[in-house]
């Protein structure tokens, strides 16, 4: 990635996407109900993965290509809205008190989100509307 610096000049920063995705995932996988003593020892590990990682010859595609990452809980489906559709998920490891206050902010600022594009007047639609590089001479099929 290029950006602009204060004195003009272009600075740059390189990044190894596969890398990326393997300390994404470990961070997924260091569980809320561990010490931070085993979370300390995981973060060893994966470090030590890490730089293993990177003095191998191997393509990095070929180890994430079929992973998709995925929740570490079960979530549930909470309607915030007056519409049925209107629903966001939680993680059903969190707190009765805690879920109360995260619902809570949610449905008092249930008018922020963006339900349906009619609700982001800001946003051009022309950004917004998808449309298919189809030749207008070509005949249906």
């Given amino acids: 990635m290029k950006y602009p610096l204060d ?13 990326g995705r ?12 561990q010490t931070p003593v085993e979370q300390m020892h ?3 590990a994966g ?4 730089s293993m990682a990177e003095t191998t010859d191997l393509d990095p595609r070929e180890e994430f290509q079929d992973r998709r990452v995925s929740p570490m809980e079960e979530l549930e489906s909470i309607q915030i809205g007056e519409a049925a559709h209107q629903t966001t998920s939680l993680g059903t490891h969190l707190g009765e ?3 109360e ?3 809570a902010i949610l449905k008092k ?6 339900w349906k594009p009619l609700d982001m007047p800001g946003i051009d639609e022309s950004i917004i509307a998808h449309k298919l590089a189809i030749s207008p001479n070509s005949k249906p099929v």
């Fill in 7 to 19: 004195d003009g000049r272009v600075g740059m920063v390189r990044g190894d996407q596969a890398l």
């Fill in 22 to 33: 393997q300390c994404y995932e470990s961070s997924l996988k260091i569980k809320c109900n």
């Fill in 42 to 44: 995981i973060a060893e």
């Fill in 47 to 50: 470090s030590r993965e890490a």
């Fill in 97 to 99: 008190e805690e879920k």
């Fill in 101 to 103: 206050k995260i619902i």
């Fill in 109 to 114: 600022n249930v008018d922020l989100f963006a």
